[in-house]
């Protein structure tokens, strides 16, 4: 969320640098693409990446790294451990994520995270000229109105952090999607009611979104897969949810605006808490909680 911070300053910043502002802004994006190249450059894979291609020392290095409170000895004896688990475990193909044992697992990590990027692009992308249409006045207005907003996710992140292994995923995602729900329900309630509300009352609804989106779904979504699959899986199911979300950013990006100019702006919120509701019902139905379970295939076993 710090880069939507950034961003918006930036947009700020070359607002008013002629007809090509846009080009500015866009190609500003790639300095800090090229700073996650040059920071990735010499990131290790994983140990159990390596003890599946004998690289043992390599894995023992990677693992003095993660873990330097360790004795040399604790080291061997976690890799032998390890190595010995994954000589009788199952190889698996992402095929696997669709059978019967983690299909389960694997629309879990898909659906609430569609649904999350639904709304969350949609107040990402198009806020600032949401903006414009409840109460504020100016393209400048707008920005710095947008990027207030993107600092209130740390308002709802913190005590996530704080919380997430004491409540657990599941039920943070379930409480985000809520808020989300009730906040941008709130918005179009208004609207409906008293056609241009004052702004503080939109202001209200928009920040319990966001610190609600904070909190649950907007940290919770990224985190869940990573938890759901055992090793081999764990990468192809990330993966896998990561396209399937950003399905839900495509629909935001080239759907709510027509969506928008057919149903107006009540009409449009309306339909994003709706994406929240779906987001709680599929979080109850679908979702297994990961907190204090151990990662390999506790999960993997619930689901068989």
Not at 2 to 19: E, I, N, W
Not at 130 to 151: D, P
Request: charged share 15%.
């Amino acid at each position: 969320m710090g880069g939507a911070v950034v961003s918006s300053l930036v947009g700020l910043a070359l607002l008013h640098t002629g007809p090509d502002a846009w080009r500015w802004m866009l190609a500003s994006g790639a300095l800090p693409a090229i700073l996650v190249l040059w920071m990735r450059r010499n990131l290790p894979e994983s140990p159990r990446w390596y003890l599946r291609r004998g690289r043992v020392a390599d894995a023992e290095r990677v693992v003095a790294w993660l873990a330097p409170q360790l004795s040399a000895a604790e080291r061997r004896a976690a890799l032998e451990e390890t190595a010995a688990a994954m000589e009788g475990a199952r190889r698996h193909s992402w095929l696997d994520l669709f059978g019967k044992r983690y299909l389960k697992l694997t629309l879990y990590a898909c659906i609430p995270w569609f649904m999350m990027d639904v709304m969350g692009y949609a107040l990402a992308i198009f806020l600032p000229l949401m903006l414009l249409h409840l109460g504020l006045k100016t393209n400048e207005q707008a920005v710095i109105g947008n990027t207030l907003f993107s600092l209130a996710f740390v308002i709802g992140w913190i005590p996530l952090a704080l919380l997430i292994d004491r409540i657990g995923r599941r039920r943070a995602q379930i409480i985000g999607f809520l808020g989300d729900a009730l906040g941008l329900g709130l918005v179009g309630v208004l609207l409906v009611a008293l056609g241009e509300p004052p702004f503080w009352a939109v202001a209200t609804g928009l920040l319990l979104f966001q610190i609600s989106n904070s909190f649950g779904p907007g940290t919770t979504t990224w985190i869940i897969p990573t938890e759901l699959y055992p090793t081999e899986l764990r990468a192809s199911g990330h993966g896998f949810a990561t396209a399937v979300s950003r399905l839900g950013a495509a629909t935001s990006v080239f759907l709510l605006p027509t969506i928008q100019a057919t149903l107006g702006e009540a009409g449009l919120l309306f339909l994003l808490a709706g994406a929240g509701g779906v987001g709680v019902v599929t979080t109850l139905w679908l979702g297994n909680e990961m907190a204090r379970e151990s990662l390999p295939e506790s999960l993997a076993r619930k689901a068989a």
